[in-house]
């Protein structure tokens, strides 16, 4: 069975960091890719990291370039977001995804269509 756990989500201040992880399970992480999508208030999902372990495929939206870093732990199956720099406006639920198989990271990554698994949600409430 298919397992996305997403977990790290916590209350920070303004200018400071988060890891956020997903523990994956029931599938081979090699052959799929995990994105990282986010619900802020009043707004729709939209994926704002990726990365690719069947073709070494990346992506980041325009607001976390530079901020987040998506990262992979082969030993434990699990899949990271660094988020460094947060701003209040980081505020919201993140999700950890995954992708169909051999699906790799693009633009595309930016939209919940590209997703067939979604985790359960962590909430990340940044301060000012």
């Known amino acids: 069975q298919v397992q996305l756990v997403d977990s790290g989500g916590g209350l920070v201040q303004s200018g400071g960091s988060l890891r956020l992880s997903c523990a994956t399970s029931?599938?081979?992480?090699?052959?799929?890719?995990i994105g990282w999508f986010r619900q802020l208030p009043g707004k729709e999902r939209e994926g704002i990291s990726c990365?690719?372990?069947?073709?070494?495929?990346?992506y980041y939206s325009d607001s976390v370039k530079g901020r987040f870093a998506i990262s992979r732990d082969n030993a434990k199956n699990t899949v990271y977001l660094q988020m460094n720099s947060l701003k209040p406006e980081d505020t919201g639920v993140y999700y950890c995804?995954?992708?169909?198989?051999?699906?790799?990271?693009?633009?595309?990554?930016?939209?919940?269509?590209?997703?067939?698994?979604w985790g359960q949600g962590t909430v990340v409430n940044v301060s000012s």
């Open positions: 029931g599938f081979n992480l090699d052959y799929y890719a």
């Open positions: 995804t995954k992708a169909p198989l051999f699906r790799g990271c693009s633009r595309s990554s930016h939209y919940a269509t590209w997703v067939d698994t």
């Open positions: 990365i690719s372990f069947s073709d070494g495929s990346t």
